[in-house]
């Protein structure tokens, strides 16, 4: 039989696991003794705050990047097809979804690995979840260019994307990039386009507002450095 390749939640923030994730993912993840990670030092952080059947130094890690290639991947994944369960964990939230981890998943797939994915929490469901924006048409962007022209453009496009579609456009950026993310919204989307802020979701600092940005104008900006952020706005 081919081991299974679970697909663990970590924490958003700093706050209580048991307020966030299932007891049955925390049972799990401490059973397992290999992990594909982001980083080894704070899976292994992770795992200490979860507790876990094996001594943290006997756990294997291995660590992901945009540079590992594919038949790294295989190499990694060569255990499930000895029936040996493996762990992925991002360095925050759900693995794979704006995450290396996806080609992780690809790869056990291709070797015909059973794929679990655990419930955890995703900001940016959460967010849209909290914004009362449209639930049910929206798009990911990731990441804005970081240039202010090309930023500023590529938010107008967005925005028309969001009036032809009538599509929520949700994005995220560096915590400590967020302030200027944040000026670039509010100085280039329309007055009447909603705007909104989900901050350090799932932690004692979480804080959800949705305005028009002509509203959020009028209003002192919102305290974000630093703060995990996801962005979401619609046009009507």
Known sequence: MRGTLHLLPV?????????WLPAAARE???KLDCF????AKTARAWLKQIG??????????????????????MQWLEPLTQGVDIGVMSEAGCPAVADPGARVVACAHRIGAVVRPWTGPSSLLLGLMASGLDGQRFVFHGYAPIKPAERASRLRQWEQQSARQQQTQILIETPYRNVAMWQALIDTLRDDTRLCVARSLTTPQEWVRTLTVA?????PPPELDRHPTVFLFQTA
């Open 11 to 19: 924490g958003l923030g700093e706050a209580d696991a048991s307020l």
């Open 28 to 30: 799990q993840m401490a």
């Open 36 to 39: 594909i990670v982001e980083n």
């Open 52 to 73: 876990t059947s094996h001594a943290l130094p006997d756990i294997t890690m291995n660590v992901i990047s945009r540079k590992t290639d594919e038949r790294t991947l």
């Open 215 to 219: 509203q959020w104008r009028q209003k």
